[in-house]
């Protein structure tokens, strides 16, 4: 630890101050707005959790770290059962904390994360649908798969990009019969196929729930390096958990190899756009 400190400070002192500024205090309103987003949700003032969303899309970097960052402090919010103060005072702290978001990132630059090589991701996976059968990675050969993982009770993240996922196919048009969508539930304890399949269902019956065994949905999840954890606050029921986990989407092409990971919250135009592209390239 001795010699760390001196190399931490030489780096510290390396970088511009404004860019340690902006790390420091764009963490911090992140956090802060996901905290308000969590208290938000659990009072039931829908609006005012889409204005802390929305202004997260639109000011904070389009990163998997902020996106997982801001969905943690959701999920510990929401479970703690916060206070319920009136409406507008929700609103004006939220409003504070967007402006805090602002000051940190002032010309912020939403820059995807670079993808993993192919050779890191294993597409291979063994699963069950959510009409009960059993399905592997081969049963969608010649179509693309477009995959997130998630689960059903899922406060804020998961309804987001299932959303997005039904707006691309929407999207997509005629197209989209090319692409197969699917959620692979990393809440298997919970998530049975009929919990999955009336989920799917509200955003677009073309989305197939996957769920396993928790071996196997864990065996899934390291082979597409996508990271989960149970979170259960000291003292709550069995039953009374989220999940922390990778956000995003991933999309592997009709050969079954992997082709991209597009992060959280990602713009639906723009994700249109490249898995459009992804298709034409195929034709």
């Known amino acids: 630890m001795k010699r760390i400190l001196p190399l931490m400070l030489a780096l510290a002192a390396a970088l511009p101050a404004s860019t340690i500024a902006a790390e420091s205090d764009g963490t911090a309103a992140v956090a802060r707005l996901g905290r308000l987003n969590g208290q938000a949700l659990a009072c039931r003032q829908p609006d005012v959790s889409a204005r802390a969303k929305n202004a997260l899309v639109a000011l904070a970097p389009k990163t998997r770290e902020v996106g997982e960052l801001f969905e943690a402090e959701t999920s510990r919010s929401f479970l ?78 998961c309804p987001t990009t299932l959303a997005e996922m039904a707006a691309v196919m929407k999207a997509l048009g005629d197209a989209a019969k090319r692409v197969q969508p699917l959620f692979v539930s990393v809440d298997p304890e919970r998530d049975t196929p009929a919990l999955l399949k009336e989920y799917t269902a509200l955003f677009d019956v073309r989305i197939l729930g996957l769920t396993g065994s928790p071996a196997l949905i864990r065996g899934v999840a390291d082979n597409f390096k996508v990271r989960y954890e149970k979170i259960q606050e000291p003292g709550a029921a069995a039953g009374r958990y989220t999940v922390d986990h990778s956000a995003g989407m991933i999309l592997l092409g009709p050969d079954g190899r992997f082709l991209a990971r597009f992060p959280y919250a990602m713009p639906v135009q723009e994700l249109t756009r490249r898995i459009d592209d992804y298709l034409q390239a195929a034709r």
């Open 80 to 157: 703690s059962s916060p206070p319920c103060v009136d409406r507008q005072r929700l609103a004006t702290e939220v409003d504070a904390a967007v402006l805090d978001l602002r000051l940190a990132y002032p010309s912020s630059h939403h820059t995807e994360a670079p993808p993993p090589v192919d050779s890191e991701i294993v597409t291979r996976y063994l699963l069950q649908d959510h009409n009960g059968r059993t399905v592997t990675d081969q049963e969608f050969r010649g179509r693309f798969q477009l995959l997130t993982f998630g689960y059903t009770s899922c406060p804020d993240v």
